[in-house]
């Protein structure tokens, strides 16, 4: 059984920092790549950043130069690293498993509520 448990959303004042993580099982892990996507109040769903297994990361142009993915394949962990925070990155942040050929299905963890807000 997939899971993908998030954690370390909660509260922040402008300008503050944050790091989640999701803590993924079932899969193998290094081998799939893993990424971070975020859905804000009557907004679609978006993706914020994304790593492969072993390779260069993707980001969202609103988060580029703030944000930083990183992943930890020992502990089956990856990480994002919220910095210089703004009103507008309030969102439900999501984890995700990306499709592959190898890896087919795609999985989402629950999400975790990351509030920016004085």
């Known amino acids: 059984q997939v899971q993908l448990v998030e954690s370390g959303g909660g509260l922040v004042q402008p300008g503050g920092s944050l790091r989640l993580s999701c803590a993924a099982s079932g899969i193998i892990f290094r081998l799939n790549t893993m990424g971070w996507y975020r859905q804000a109040p009557g907004k679609q769903r978006e993706l914020v950043a994304a790593?492969?297994?072993?390779?260069?990361?993707n980001y969202a142009d609103s988060v580029k130069g703030r944000f930083t993915i990183s992943r930890d394949n020992a502990k089956n962990t990856v990480y994002l690293q919220m910095t210089s925070l703004k009103p507008e990155d309030t969102a439900v942040y999501y984890c995700h498993k990306d499709r592959s050929p190898l890896f087919p299905m795609e999985y989402w963890g629950e999400g975790t509520l990351v509030t920016v807000s004085s």
């Open positions: 790593i492969p297994g072993g390779g260069s990361t």
